[in-house]
Nanobody, 122 residues
Framework: QVQLVETGGGLVQAGGSLRLSCAAS????????VGWFRQGPGKQREFVAS????????YYGDSVKGRFTVSRDNDKETSYLQLNSLKPEDTAIYYC???????????????WGQGTQVTVSS
């Protein structure tokens, strides 16, 4: 069984920054991709970013490119999402996920976290 716990969410003013963390525990194995998704109020779930085990493959959703940065520490089994230049439209619940199948951006992942709320005030 795998557990993913996101932390670091909160309330921030527009233009501010936050750093989210996603800690994995349980029966994880090497080789998984970590991804971040978000779901805003009344919106569909949106792909935000992903990073492969080797760090070689990093992808971002169009709406966050240049503002968000994804990273990971495999020894700590933790991924980070740095959110800069935040906008009110970034308000959402942010979820991390891990996937072994190469389907991260489709959302058909192996495990999800419970999410952390990010609220950006104008």
């Amino acid at each position: 069984q795998v557990q993913l716990v996101e932390t670091g969410g909160g309330l921030v003013q527009a233009g501010g920054s936050l750093r989210l963390s996603c800690a994995a525990s349980g029966r994880t194995f090497h080789g998984y991709t970590v991804g971040w998704f978000r779901q805003g109020p009344g919106k569909q779930r949106e792909f935000v970013a992903s990073i492969s085990w080797s760090h070689e493959n990093i992808y971002y959703g169009d709406s966050v490119k240049g503002r968000f940065t994804v990273s990971r520490d495999n020894d700590k089994e933790t991924s980070y999402l740095q959110l800069n230049s935040l906008k009110p439209e970034d308000t959402a619940i942010y979820y991390c996920a891990i996937d072994y199948k190469g389907l991260m951006r489709t959302g058909l992942v192996d495990h999800w976290g419970q999410g952390t709320q990010v609220t950006v005030s104008s």
